[in-house]
């Protein structure tokens, strides 16, 4: 088995005398803003800090994970590692009939693309963590057994309210309105191909498939860094993947570079003006081992590249103050 990689980015879960929020309803009342400020958009934002204080804003429903279900998925994988019925060092064999489109930067699937390989199961956790690459995830998926394992998984350490039902693969066909297995229309008209995929993302904001409540979301992320989903090395690997992912501009581009954030982000499909999902999952870690667990979904928007990266930049710097 190889050893596990980048576990010098691992968390340090140091004791620390906890204190009281002096003023947890302005935490309430700062989350509110944000949500104020994104209307008419739905942003579900959970906010859990180590001493006890929760504040949740817009938690009446399920949010859509996109790619902040990669996280899960790697945890469901990694126990069956430290079960000892999978190896880092396995190799997954991938053809392009296997590519999904999708990444942060150029990953597994752009290598898949150009020809056959085999790719072990630490290359593609790290492809999918850390580079987001939806050909790696799904290829997990696979591996595992579908994504029914997952959520089997999360709900046996009694993680509740997240659910995974499908890869990145069958996600993209909803939103593409080929849900129920058809294949696109040959010679279809340009306003035929809109009108379905305008029906597609209608279905997909709507369904509950991949979706998790913020509750769920609180939860897998405090068992995560608590170590109670996971052996202590596998909790310190998924950490570090989640601390290298290459996704600069939500929550992390508002913590101090002197703290530490492991969090795993999630962008739905767009139509239009409309963008599905714009998601951030974190871990948050103050150099004086204080911590906090932020959730935030962003449901059907229609704001601006700027304005979401200031709300989620926000977030960060908000949260961060109240671990100071």
């Known amino acids: 088995m190889l050893k596990y990689p980048l576990l010098a980015l691992s968390l340090a879960f140091a004791s620390t005398t906890v204190i009281a929020a002096e003023r947890p ?41 996109m790619s902040t279900f990669k996280a899960p998925v790697a945890a469901a994988v990694l126990n069956l590692v430290d079960a000892g019925k999978l190896t880092l060092d396995r190799t997954v064999h991938l053809t392009p009939a296997d590519v999904t489109p999708g990444s942060a930067v150029p990953s597994v699937g752009a290598r898949i693309a150009k020809g056959a390989a085999d790719v072990t199961v630490s290359e593609l956790l790290t492809a999918a963590v850390t580079q987001s690459d939806n050909t790696a995830v799904d290829a ?18 009694g993680v509740e309210g997240m659910r995974i039902d499908m890869d990145e693969r069958g996600v993209g066909r909803v939103f593409d309105g080929l849900a129920d297995g058809t294949t696109e229309p040959a010679n279809e008209t340009a306003a035929a191909r809109d009108a379905r995929r305008r029906a597609g993302y209608e279905a997909a904001i709507a369904m509950q498939e991949n979706t998790t409540t913020l509750a769920g979301a609180a939860r897998f992320l405090d068992k995560l860094q608590a170590g109670q989903l996971l052996s202590p090395v596998s909790t310190r690997y998924l950490l570090s993947l989640m601390q290298a992912q290459v996704i600069p501009n939500r929550i992390r581009a508002g913590v101090p570079k002197d703290f530490t954030i492991a969090d795993k982000t999630g962008t739905g499909a767009s139509n239009g003006k409309r963008i599905a999902a714009w998601n951030d999952m974190a871990i948050i870690t ?12 962003l449901r059907d928007t229609t704001s601006t590249d700027a304005q979401r990266a200031a709300w989620f930049k926000r977030l960060g710097e908000l949260v961060s103050h109240e671990l100071m």
């Open 25 to 65: 309803e302005a935490l309430q009342a700062s989350l509110q803003k944000l949500a104020d400020e994104a209307r008419p958009a739905r942003f579900g934002i959970v906010v859990e800090l180590d001493n006890g204080v929760t504040a949740r804003v817009n938690d009446d429903r399920p949010y859509m994970m």
């Open 140 to 157: 997990l998926i696979r591996l595992i057994g579908g994504g029914p394992v997952v959520t089997d998984y999360l709900k046996s350490k």
């Open 286 to 297: 103050a150099p004086n081992g204080r911590h906090a667990v932020v959730g935030a979904f």
